[in-house]
């Protein structure tokens, strides 16, 4: 019985070649299966829903057009790991907090030193966030309280470990955080060293606003995951970055403006879109496992994109970048006769390239927003604030190798096994 009709399952071979180059027999099932879990309802959450349908996204309840109307990425978090928008006074100790956070050991500006200036941004970060753990007075405090608190520092200090590897592997000082200013301007002006206009830094934190949370997306899964094996948050969120890493998940973003740069010009944009599709290569962006109609995300970030071309005086990427996107509508319901939709990923490349931002740091820059769900996440697990009571995830699977029978096979020694 298979929970998802799209992934059919694949009938296996009846036996396999053994060491001697006898055929032993396969076990049953016969068929292999990989679902990815789709379909599968893991957990209860709390935290977000995402309705594919129809295209809407909601935090704690709020639904996200709303929230980047009115709120603020400080707010945000508040309410992703709170369950409810702070009150005025909740909202200035939180972001007073966030802003005291700001400063990483200089264990950690030491260690970038030392990195290779080739490494990827996204390996420093994932590799820096235990060098925090280290020095967190609470690391083994498991306390909800606690587990709070590093929320805090882990949101507050990803920012400065991002923007100071872009510096150092370029041979510059990192720029110390900045009192003054809001989260995402900030993180702008420690990767630029100079002060964001007020509208760009207003768009960026959108831009965290929007990529802050999204379920059990498959980053947010590894992260509880680990967190269901009583895993403290810093190797909860650890398996969560390395899980954002690649390219079909937050690495797409990257990916989507290699794209761009490679397609070059609006009039190429249909060729290379066809040629691409026709080989059964894939368009980075576009397309979505629950999304079935356009990701309320890409709407919001188009219209940033048009925006930032506005202010930076060239519109030349936020033309091809829609170019793109009606050329694979155009070619993908004629190749496989079904609609595809613009993500999250897609607009959010050419809006981070207009805010001067390098590639390789839009998935790193995914990890500083979505650093918020995670926690959220992490501590919904450890303390079953959805569930009647944590538990450890241990998923189940066919064996579908050698077998020999209920005894297993019988061991060769090494010098009696053919070559
Ligand atoms: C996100 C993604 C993995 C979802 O894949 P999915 O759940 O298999 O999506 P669907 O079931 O709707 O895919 C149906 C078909 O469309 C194809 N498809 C989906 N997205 C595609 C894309 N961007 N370009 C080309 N083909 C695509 C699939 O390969 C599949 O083809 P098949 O039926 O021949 O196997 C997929 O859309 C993708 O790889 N997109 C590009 C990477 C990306 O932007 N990732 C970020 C996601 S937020």
Not at 41 to 60: C, F, Q
Not at 288 to 312: F, K, N, Q, W
């Amino acid at each position: 019985m298979y929970l998802n009709n799209s992934n059919v399952p694949r009938r296996m071979f009846r036996g396999s070649k053994d060491s001697q180059g006898g055929f032993k027999k396969m076990k049953e099932p016969l068929e292999t299966k990989n679902i990815g879990l789709r379909g599968v309802k893991v957990a209860d959450t709390r935290i977000s829903d995402v309705d594919g349908e129809k295209g809407n996204l909601i935090y704690r309840g709020l639904n996200i057009c709303d929230l980047v109307v009115h709120s603020t990425f400080e707010e945000v978090s508040f309410l992703l790991l709170n369950d409810h928008l702070p009150k005025a006074e909740e909202l200035k100790s939180f972001q007073s907090k966030l802003i005291s956070e700001r400063e990483v050991p200089d264990t950690v500006y030491g260690f970038m030193k030392m990195m290779p200036k080739s490494a990827h941004p996204m390996d420093v970060l994932e590799a820096a966030v235990p060098i925090l753990a280290a020095y967190d007075p609470q690391l083994h405090d498991e306390s909800r309280d606690a587990n709070f608190e590093k929320a805090i520092r882990l949101i507050a200090k990803l920012p400065n470990i991002v923007a100071a590897w872009d510096r150092i592997r370029k041979g510059k000082e990192p720029v110390r955080p900045n009192r003054e200013l809001t989260h995402a301007g900030n993180f702008l002006f420690m990767l630029s060293g100079s002060f964001p206009d007020h509208a760009t830094a207003r768009d960026f934190d959108i831009c965290l606003i929007l990529h802050a949370e999204h379920s059990f997306n498959a980053s947010t899964f590894a992260g509880r995951e680990v967190a269901s094996t009583h895993a403290h948050l810093y190797a909860s969120i650890v398996a969560a970055i390395g899980a954002l890493s690649g390219e079909i998940h937050g690495g797409a973003n990257s990916e989507v403006m290699k794209m761009l740069v490679e397609v070059g010009e609006v009039n190429r944009a249909k060729s290379w879109v066809s040629e691409r599709l026709q080989k059964g290569g894939k368009v980075m962006g576009m397309g979505h496992a629950v999304y079935h109609t356009e990701d309320p995300r890409a709407s919001i970030l188009r219209g940033i994109c048009s925006r930032m071309a506005d202010r930076t005086g060239d519109r030349k990427w936020f033309e091809l970048t829609k170019a793109i996107e009606t050329a694979t509508k155009e070619a993908f319901t004629k190749l496989k006769g079904k609609e595809i939709f613009p993500n999250v990923d897609f607009y959010s490349a050419s809006v981070y390239h207009m805010m001067e931002i390098p590639t390789d740091l839009f998935t790193p820059v995914f990890a500083i927003s979505r650093i918020s769900g995670w926690a959220a996440h992490i501590i919904e697990e450890k303390f079953a604030e959805a569930q009647p009571k944590p538990e450890l995830y241990r998923p189940d699977a066919d064996y579908v190798g050698t077998y020999c029978g209920p005894e297993a096979c019988p061991y060769v020694p090494i010098e009696e096994r053919s070559k």
